[in-house]
């Protein structure tokens, strides 16, 4: 037990960060009081060793484009800076200048008057689909569009655009390899399914792509999307990757501008949402995440106390059985009614002065103690 005069606002949260981009969202969460775990699924190709990008800087280069739609900040830096180091630059920018440029949220802006462009057009919402709509409405006949992909899920957007007989051309501004290791996607899998952690950021769909992928083979792929579905919450850097977890009915919030300002505003928001407070002889209680906080107390429990603390929080002085303890907090299917009756012999031993907080209704189950 440690005081912590008012608390933190997010300490007892553990946030995974699995993309080196995304170390300013992790140092905004460390400033609240919330503890990061770095672990990099994906090894990201250096610009300009992708073989890739510079094929498709070529062809614009030889073939000018009408418009082009820029989707991330850092992968349009990332797309001048490998032009310049080919030797490219200067005609690049001559092509470019020539186009109409659409900026997908105020920090692709920002990023394009860096590297010497303007935005023509720039997205309300950050949605590609957007983007694509805007085009639809101009004539287009017999006109080239170039759409920046940052790893991201770009198929529906193009596939809209090539129906209406527009020719595109995707430049791949970053390419992510096969995973650094299946150490951090074991290890993360674990994590997320034993509720270690309280929320994960994606900085483009092919690393949640890659965990999904390993966690399925491994035949827990279930226990995942249950766990990101319900627990564990999840943050992406923009709507395309986002994508990627609607489609598979999971929550996902991401920066409608783009900049990992906005993006760690939002995860703060989901977390502080998440917090259960009560109130319980006279003492005013918070638990979010691991930790409970009372009377300027930071009171920190295991990962499966907290989530045994999380299940009779969300049934505030009602009674939940054994067994249904038992389905909420993960645990071996082996461990049975004695697993439930551990993890809350744990969790009072934790709460030291405070156990009386979880109460035993003898031939029923736990409850917790409220006014």
């Known amino acids: 037990m440690t005081s912590t005069g008012a608390g933190p606002t997010l300490a007892g949260y ?23 775990v770095d672990l990099p699924l994906l090894r990201t190709v250096p610009g300009y060793r992708d073989a890739r990008l510079r094929i498709a800087t070529r062809r614009i280069i ?5 418009h082009v739609v820029a989707t991330t900040a850092a992968g349009w830096a990332r ?25 997908m949220n105020e920090s692709v802006s920002a990023a394009l008057v860096e590297t010497g462009f303007t935005h023509d057009w720039v997205s309300s919402t950050g949605d590609l689909g957007e983007a ?19 790893d991201a899920l770009l198929a529906r957007a193009v596939d ?8 595109v051309m995707v430049v791949p501004t970053r390419r992510s390899a096969r ?52 627990d564990v919450a999840v943050a992406t850097a923009h709507a395309e990757s986002a994508s990627f977890f609607h489609s598979r009915e999971i929550p996902v919030s991401w920066p409608a501008d783009g900049s990992p ?29 691991s930790a409970v906080l009372v009377n300027g107390t930071t009171i920190r429990l295991g990962s499966r106390p907290a989530t045994v603390m999380r299940s009779l929080a969300d049934h505030p002085g009602h009674t939940l059985s054994r067994s ?25 031993a934790e709460l030291g002065d405070y156990d009386w907080l979880v109460a035993t209704e003898i031939g029923r189950g736990y409850r917790l103690i409220v006014d």
Do not use: C, K, Y
Not at 62 to 66: E, F, I, K, L, S
Not at 269 to 276: F, G, M, N, S
Not at 278 to 284: C, S, T, W, Y
Not at 329 to 336: D, F, I, K, T, Y
């Open 132 to 150: 694509v709509t805007w085009l639809l409405g101009r004539d287009l006949v017999s006109r080239r569009v170039a759409v920046t992909a940052d």
């Open 179 to 230: 995973p650094v290791g299946l150490a951090s996607l074991n290890r993360l899998a674990q994590m997320i399914i034993q509720r270690e952690v309280h929320a994960v950021t994606f900085a483009t769909a092919a690393g949640a792509n890659a965990l999904v992928d390993f966690t399925t083979r491994a035949g827990r792929g279930s226990l995942l999307l249950r766990a990101l579905a319900t």
């Open 261 to 289: 300002d906005e993006l760690a505003r939002h995860l703060v928001e989901v977390l502080v949402a998440r917090r259960r407070q009560f109130q319980a002889h006279g003492h005013r209680f918070t638990l979010q995440g």
């Open 79 to 103: 797309w001048i800076s490998a032009a310049t180091a080919w030797g490219l630059a200067d005609p690049l920018r001559s092509r470019l200048g020539s186009a109409s440029i659409l900026s």
């Open 324 to 348: 249904t303890i038992e389905r909420l907090v993960p645990m071996s299917h082996r461990a049975g009614h004695f697993g439930v009756d551990q993890a809350v012999w744990r969790l009072r």
């Open 160 to 167: 809209r655009l090539r129906t209406h007989g527009i020719e």
């Open 14 to 36: 553990t946030v995974v960060v699995t993309d080196s981009g995304l170390q300013h969202v992790a140092a905004r969460l460390r400033q609240l009081g919330a503890v990061t």
């Open 62 to 66: 030889q073939a000018p484009v009408d």
